[in-house]
């Protein structure tokens, strides 16, 4: 079945930056579409950032773009957010999924991203 742990959160100054990664397993990562949401307390799930199975198109969410970049490697399984200029309200749990238009959709289990001095 569909794997997805993700991993690289924690705490960080405003300003700084972050890596997450995002390893999938039990698919063909190759054929899926990958997202970035985030969650944070007493909010809903919300998209960040998306790429195509390809890795030729990206979408970035409002407050995000300029800052945050998505990757992946498909040889490695993995897909990637570049997090640069983090500010306070980008604190949350960062989660990846991997979306397929015939088999639906799968969540990680999270990381926690805290931005705060």
């Known amino acids: 079945q569909v794997q997805l742990v993700e991993s690289g959160g924690g705490l960080v100054q405003p300003g700084g930056s972050l890596r997450l990664s995002c390893v999938g397993s039990?698919?063909?990562?190759?054929?899926?579409?990958m997202k970035w949401y985030r969650q944070a307390p007493g909010k809903e799930r919300d998209l960040v950032a998306a790429?195509?199975?390809?890795?030729?198109?990206?979408n970035y969410g409002d407050s995000v773009k300029g800052r945050f970049t998505i990757s992946r490697d498909n040889a490695r399984n993995t897909m990637y957010l570049q997090m640069n200029s983090l500010k306070p309200e980008d604190t949350a749990v960062y989660y990846c999924?991997?979306?397929?238009?015939?088999?639906?959709?799968?969540w990680g289990q999270g990381t926690q991203v805290t931005a705060s001095s």
């Open positions: 999924r991997a979306d397929h238009w015939r088999l639906g959709f799968s």
């Open positions: 790429i195509t199975p390809s890795g030729g198109y990206r």
């Open positions: 039990g698919f063909t990562f190759s054929e899926y579409h």
